[in-house]
């Protein structure tokens, strides 16, 4: 069995929740929002593309205030109203990324881009679905592609004036003409980053969390989100071990899956925690095995230090179970996931 077909299996029992809850839906016209299903560009993006799933959601004020904070520019008021995400699948049905298609506003007029990410919401490929611009094909040209996709939110950022109003000097190689178009483009991928990680989050969530337990555990057959993961029982473990408040955790976003063999034992479980210390966040992802053993630790956007990624990834192969264990920032981190492992 390869390893798309093990996937498959994995992605549309992750789905499968979300999807029967209400989240499909007829896509509505709105100004900052596609007119029409891209599926003449999913099909240029991702060639092995078969059908695809919308999921439709109309971002509500939390969300709105979690993208204010993460976008390094303003937003405005009418571009966060309702959007659809497209999961695109393979004729086995396995998940090849996700496609978002953006508005945006330009001196040619409304700019509407279909932007393909994988599971880590790493850009892969974009087309244009409307552009009047006569710079198009540079932006559509490889070597114009190659500076946009792939790049961390980080990245991207880096790529803008300090208020996101402008192209930063020496970052993009660019004719002066099409560079009005680039620096809508760029605003754009971080936006649509930002966006689905938020708006989205246990839905790419779910398929991330059923990737990495392929990978990392052995014996599952499913997972599935674990609810209240702070509920009383979380709370009294962490406080009897020291750990009563966070340590860098934001603990009302954190989720988690449980991974579990046929036979319904655990095979482990997925975390996912934004983590913060100093001016450094990140969202993480770890791997525990069935006793709590650190499997890994990623940091899908690069937003770590190296110094600090290093710290996280040494933590690999140990266990946790007391903070008599633990001398830096990430063992505390690491003994909290193993807490809630043993209490989930």
Same mark, same amino acid.
């Given at each position: 069995m390869n390893m798309h077909t093990k996937l498959r299996r994995w992605s549309l029992a992750a789905l499968l929740k979300c999807l029967l809850a209400g989240e499909l839906a007829a896509q509505r016209s709105e100004a900052f929002c596609a007119l029409r299903d891209p599926d003449r560009e999913i099909r240029l993006l991702a060639p092995q593309y078969d059908k695809h799933v919308s999921l439709v959601r109309t971002i509500s004020m939390q969300s709105r205030a979690k993208i204010l904070d993460e976008v390094p520019f303003p937003i405005h008021f009418d571009e966060l109203g309702q959007h659809t995400l497209y999961v695109v699948l393979g004729s086995e049905k396995e998940v090849l990324g996700y496609v978002h298609?953006?508005? =945006?506003?330009?001196?040619?007029g409304l700019v509407r881009i279909a932007w393909m990410l994988d599971m880590n919401l790493d850009i892969t490929g974009y087309r244009f679905q409307r552009c009047r611009s006569p710079h198009r094909a540079e932006l559509e040209s490889e070597a114009t592609a190659k500076q946009l996709i792939a790049k961390s939110p980080k990245e991207l950022a880096a790529m803008l004036s300090p208020d996101g109003e402008a192209l930063r000097a020496g970052t993009v190689t660019i004719s002066e003409e099409a560079s009005e178009l680039m620096h809508v483009m760029v605003r754009s991928a971080i936006k649509t980053r930002v966006v689905t990680g938020i708006v989205w989050e246990r839905e790419v969530g779910s398929v991330? @969390? &059923?990737?990495? &337990?392929?990978?990392h555990l052995s014996g599952h057959a499913r997972v599935e989100e674990v609810k209240d993961l702070y509920d009383s029982k979380g709370r009294a473990a962490l406080e009897a071990s020291g750990l009563g408040e966070s340590i860098g955790f934001d603990r009302p976003t954190v989720l988690s899956w449980?991974?579990?063999?046929?036979?319904? =034992?655990? &095979?482990? @479980?997925?975390?996912?925690t934004p983590w913060s210390a100093g001016d450094m966040r990140a969202k993480l992802w770890w791997v525990l095995g069935p006793e709590g053993e650190i499997l890994a630790v990623e940091d899908p956007e690069r937003s770590?230090?190296? @110094? &600090?990624?290093?710290?996280?990834q040494g933590l690999v192969g140990r266990t946790f179970k007391s903070t008599e264990e633990c001398s830096s920032a990430s063992e505390l981190a690491a003994l909290e996931v193993s807490l809630l492992l043993h209490e989930g």
């Open positions: 298609v953006r508005s =945006e506003s330009f001196s040619w991330k @969390a &059923a990737s990495l &337990a392929l990978e449980n991974a579990q063999r046929k036979d319904r =034992e655990r &095979a482990g @479980a997925v975390f996912r770590l230090e190296p @110094a &600090a990624l290093s710290s996280f």
